[in-house]
């Protein structure tokens, strides 16, 4: 590798600052080199030990302007899967621990790369009637539930058996080892489908919310799944800058099989989303229908 192999090397791997942060830079070198070459003979500048300068030298050129100006997530220069849900899983314990009353909703607000925007009240408990944007969810009492949105009008409201479905998970398990024979156990035949598994983990992190143990648990588990990767620089889909996971699809799946990416803040590592859709709303409401 030739000099200019090193610095390109280092240029890609660091990022480049804007015009108006290379000039101090650009002097401090210049003027580091004119005071070498009145120490040492002119040839210095080309040895080997030279060329290591000068990539570090440029190495502070290139990496002069904060990580959020040339897109350089703090952290995930080179991400890797473990560490990335490791930290999410850390991050996960210290959420605070509130739980909500069993008359609440959960509100969850998603946004989309077309600025379309998904919002649902979901009943804490499952008793109550919820909302998927202006539809109603039934709520289970008793064991029947009304039924909303069908097709033929004469069943409207009619009531239909049911289980109560709490969004406020406190069945989960809270150790990773634990978590993830939960994960196997609900993917059933799909166990081998890691795709599918990345999908379950979104679902509990997306419009549910689980003890910060049991958040932790999920992530850990994950970590323990063979065949991620981290990508970085990655972005959910309100545009806001993370590092992603991504499951990859099963040998055989269509060309057009997408895997499935989860996306944490790069820095502070907490769950965002999907490069598709951004979770940026997620609280606890006292009606259907009401914003925070």
Known sequence: MDELDLIRDRAETVGFAPAEHL???????????????RHRPR????????????????????????????????????????????????????EPVKPPRPDQFLYVKTEYPDHHTREVWYSVDGTRDGLIGDSKVGGCRDGKAPMYGTNDPRKEGMLEDCVPRPVYRTDLPTTADAMLAYLYAEAGDRKGDVNSLGKDVYGLAYEQVLQPASYAALFQAAAKVPGLTAVDHVTDGAGRPGV????????????????????????????LGTPESAVTVKTYVDEAGQRP
């Open 43 to 94: 040839r210095w500048f080309w040895i080997a030990g030279a060329s290591a300068g000068l990539a570090a030298a440029i190495t502070a050129v290139v990496a002069l302007a904060p990580a959020d100006q040339v897109g350089v997530g703090a952290g995930v220069a080179h991400a890797d899967p473990v560490k990335v849900l490791t930290e999410a899983a850390n991050t996960a314990l210290k």
């Open 244 to 271: 992603g996971i991504t499951w990859p699809v099963p040998p055989g799946s269509s060309p057009k099989a997408k895997p499935v990416v989860i996306v944490f803040d790069a820095t502070t590592y907490q769950f």
């Open 23 to 37: 000039a101090p830079a650009r002097e401090r070198l210049l003027a580091a080199a004119r005071g070498e070459r």
